[in-house]
Structures are given as C-alpha cells and as structure tokens.
C-alpha cells in the first residue's frame, strides 16, 4: 500500500478536499495561499482559482452553487463564474482568526471549525450550522480538525489537534446537533498530530497524520486498524472519491518547514491519491 501524486500543485496548507460526484470535482484549498484548486476524476488538468480572503472547506448546494468556509465567514460561490456572496458572517470581532476544517453531516448541517492564524492562542471554535441558524458547539479551540460523522448520523468526531484527543458525541440524526457530552474516542501519540478525517460507508474514521506521514484507519470501537503511508510529512485530510466513492485522495503542507525540511520532503504540498479500494460516502448537499 502507498499513493501516487494526484495533483502535482504545490501547496503550502493543502487542505478541505471534497469531492462533488455530480461534476466528478474533487475541490481542496491551499488556506494560506488563497486559492481553491479543483482537478476532475481522474485524469484533469489541475484549475487552480485565486480567491480575495482564506479560505478551507467547500460543500456543494446545488448544480449551480457551493458553500465556502472562510475567515470572514460562510460564502456561497457560483460554480460557473467564481463570483463570492457572503451568506453568514462569523468572529466579525476576531479578525486575526480563520476558518479551518469543516464538514457536512448526512441531514445538510454544516459543521465549521476556526483558530487563530498564527496559532498563538485559544481563540477558536467549532460551530454548527443549518438552514440558516449557527449555534456555538465549542470554544477555546487552538486548531480544531477531524470533523466528520457516522453514516447514519448519530455520531460526530472532532479534535483540537493541540490536546491529542480526538472525540466523538453523539448527535441528532436529523440535524446534527449533539446531544450529549464528547468523550474521548482515540488518543494520539508521539508521531504526529490528528489532522483532517473522514468516516466511510461502515463507520471507519480514516484520519490523515499531520508529520506522520500516513493515514490512519480506526474502527467504530476506535481499533487501530490500518495504516496507509504517504510521501509527504505533513499529510492534512482525506477524502473519498471516484465514481463509487472508492478511492481516497490525501492532501499534504509544507508550512513552517525550513529549507533544510523541504528539501527532504519534496512531495509535500502536493494531493496523493492513496492505492487502495475503500467504502466510502459522498458528501452529503449542505442545507441553507
């Protein structure tokens, strides 16, 4: 097992792949860099779309329109033309933070992760939007990541990558609101950091490992099951894609190394298709 380059773009913080199956895009970000890339299955060209503010995640609406998370907010952006709308601002009063991982939930709930952009401070949440409400889940988030659900909706998981616990809670199945207290699902060790995930078809939390240089597979009861090496340190998040939502794509980050760093990983910033056959789940259409 291993992957191949899929997209040989260099990012410096790739991240937010998803895939829409309607238009057999996979859609991912380099959040530092201000730009959306998109590269359709399996073999096109690399478009890469120069973007005014940073931007992390993308989910679709319709044919015609996505929903982009970014630091001033949630944007809804026209698939044809690249035209921005800000549909819902957020931490208007906390402009040295961004938006980071994100995902929607089976009912059309949007789950939005922020953090300062330097790092520095716990000033970030994890926030829950759906048809138009956003409600705060979680504050005092340094790097929240690994947000992704169930297949059947009951359970959400989640990290501030910083604490090395990822969590799960259960949730309400019809609009993604938990309804308990987290509790701790995985706890990571000393090779890396928990970054971005994604729960396939039978309940399996694939999760990339930021300086791991892997993908991490864990089973519903949080068993280690398999792991899936990347050529690149800081892989960041996974996603599934291809017609039946078979295959799983990875993206990677050169940020914060130094010259000396780079130069031994020189795959990384570049997406990675992984050489395995997966069950995975297209994304669910997110509800405004």
């Not at 792949?17 to 380099?30: G, I, K, Q, R």
């Not at 995640?57 to 952006?77: K, N, S």
């Not at 921005?84 to 995902?103: A, Q």
């Amino acid at each position: 097992m291993g992957a191949n380059v899929f997209s040989d773009v260099v990012c410096e913080l790739g991240e937010g792949p998803a895939y829409d199956p309607d238009s057999e895009t996979l859609f991912w970000f380099d959040i530092n860099g201000k730009k959306l890339l998109a590269k359709k299955w399996p073999n096109g060209e690399t478009v890469v779309h120069e973007l005014p503010v940073m931007a992390s995640a993308i989910a679709v609406i319709d044919g015609g329109r996505q929903l982009i998370a970014t630091e001033t907010g949630l944007h809804i952006r026209d698939a044809r033309t690249g035209t921005l709308t800000l549909h819902k601002e957020m931490e208007t009063d906390l402009p040295g933070n961004r938006s980071n991982d994100s995902r929607v939930h089976p009912s059309g709930a949007f789950w939005i992760g922020t953090m300062p952009k330097d790092e520095s401070i716990n000033s970030g949440a994890f926030y829950w939007y759906f048809k138009g409400e956003m409600k705060t889940l979680y504050t005092g988030v340094k790097v929240p990541n690994s947000i992704c659900f169930s297949p059947d909706g009951r359970v959400a998981y989640f990290i501030d990558t910083e604490t090395k616990s990822l969590k799960r809670v259960d949730v309400d199945p019809s609009n993604g609101f938990p309804t308990g207290a987290p509790k701790e699902f995985v706890r990571g060790g000393s090779d890396g950091w928990i970054d971005g995930s994604v729960c396939d078809a039978d309940g399996v939390v694939w999760n990339a490992k930021w300086g791991g240089s892997r993908v991490d597979a864990y089973s519903p009861d949080g068993t280690l099951i398999k792991s899936v090496p990347v050529p690149a340190v800081q892989s960041s998040c996974p996603a599934f894609l291809g017609p039946n939502a078979s295959r799983m794509a990875v993206t990677s980050a050169w940020k914060g190394m130094n010259a000396t760093q780079r130069a031994a990983d020189p795959e990384g910033g570049k997406t990675f298709l992984l050489d395995i056959v997966v069950k995975g789940r297209f994304e669910p259409k997110v509800a405004l």
